[in-house]
């Protein structure tokens, strides 16, 4: 498998779009491999991190996020489980479990439910320990500051927004993961 390839079957090479992707998903990707570096006691499967992390936001291109230059029609918030239905159809189902257990730190039912979010009613929280590695890294990377690596202080602010639940499972990652 060869996600970039399969990321050019969605987005035009050398687009402004396929950019913001890509540089994206690589830092992620970088993150998500030097935790697995770092812990060779987890015994993780680096290939399907490495591909999984760079096809985690496949499908944002179906959202309406301006910022990012994508036109589409959906909520920002559904491009995960957009994403799992695109990579499901590519013959991808465990690659597809990442993009859609990896928005903030996973959304689950009663979140999905209590919240009226426009998602599938079903719990979307990242279990796998590389699901979890690779929500973990894309905290630190947005796709509107390319490059820069967020603080632990700035993740947690945004994912408090959400329920300090969403904070204490990020921090129980870092002091696993760090």
Known sequence: MNPENIISGYYTPGSALHHILLTH?????QKALEVVQRHPELQVDARFIEEAALLHDIGIYLCNAPRILCTGSHHYIEHGYLGADLLRNEGFPKHALVCERHTGVGISLEQIAGRNLPLPYRDMRPVSIEEQIICY??????????HTEHTLERILTSLRHHGEENAEVFMRWH????
């Not at 998903?25 to 990707?29: F, N």
């Not at 890294?137 to 390319?146: G, I, N, V």
Request: charged letters at 40%; a positive charge.
């Open 175 to 178: 002091e696993r993961f760090k």
């Open 137 to 146: 890294a894309d905290k630190f990377y947005s796709k509107t500051e390319l």
């Open 25 to 29: 998903s690589r830092s992620v990707c």
